[in-house]
């Protein structure tokens, strides 16, 4: 015998029709900040308990009042994480950009519990609906200090790391000035006057090697036709 509390069928198909159900998911999930929170909008079913509905009413008047009150839950800007998520849930690499993702996530979700627990005499059905994990504060900071904006590694994430690329760009600087050098010296059997880096550092130092092979053959043909 099913329970008095539980609501057999919620949503029957025709009732669902006469409400147009799907019309007006269509119409929150317009309303609704960023593509997570889109998505799960048009996914949305009734409540299968009495009390399931109690609650849905509740943040929703909540929410409705901090609204009211110009206090509005600090939502914006959440970024779609679904599929990192799904990746790491399976032992997958995330890249800077997506691990930098999750970061601003869990930054949001902080943000979100810090405000309802601050209404949390007002709100308290949010309170208990947005109480996140305290103890992954310490993450989201770590990821926000370890990347730039565009999801390259900082160089605060690692001292050795720091050191390598000022050793790197002082090695590029120099492949520079000798390319310029070279460039200059032998003006008049060069067509143009510009460097196009393709292939990286490696590749810097293969092409300025071969430039340089190419000099002292230069040399020593122009010496042969001057003896000549």
Request: with cysteine; proline share 4%; aromatic share 6%.
């Amino acid at each position: 015998m099913a329970s008095p509390l539980l609501i057999s069928d919620p949503c029957p198909a025709k009732t669902r029709s006469d409400l147009e159900w799907d019309r007006l998911l269509v119409a929150l999930s317009a309303r609704c900040e960023g593509p997570m929170g889109k998505a799960l909008a048009l996914t949305w079913d009734f409540a299968e308990t009495r009390e399931g509905v109690r609650r849905r009413l509740a943040r929703s008047r909540e929410a409705a009042d901090l609204y009211r009150n110009g206090e509005q839950l600090p939502v914006e800007g959440l970024p779609d994480v679904r599929d990192a998520v799904a990746r790491l849930g399976v032992g997958g690499v995330l890249s800077g950009i997506e691990l930098r993702g999750v970061g601003k996530l869990l930054a949001a979700a902080r943000r979100l519990r810090r405000f309802v627990s601050a209404h949390r005499s007002t709100c308290p059905a949010l309170d208990a609906a947005l109480a996140t994990d305290p103890t992954l504060d310490p993450l989201a900071d770590e990821i926000e200090g370890s990347f730039d904006a565009d999801g390259t590694l900082s160089d605060h994430a690692s001292p050795a790391l720091k050191e390598l690329r000022a050793e790197q760009q002082q090695a590029r600087a120099r492949i520079l000035t000798r390319l310029d050098d070279l460039m200059s010296r032998y003006d008049r059997v060069l067509q143009d006057h510009f460097v196009t880096e393709r292939i990286g550092l490696r590749g810097w130092c293969k092409q300025a090697t071969i430039f340089q092979e190419w000099h002292v053959r230069v040399v020593q043909r122009s010496r042969i036709l001057d003896f000549q």
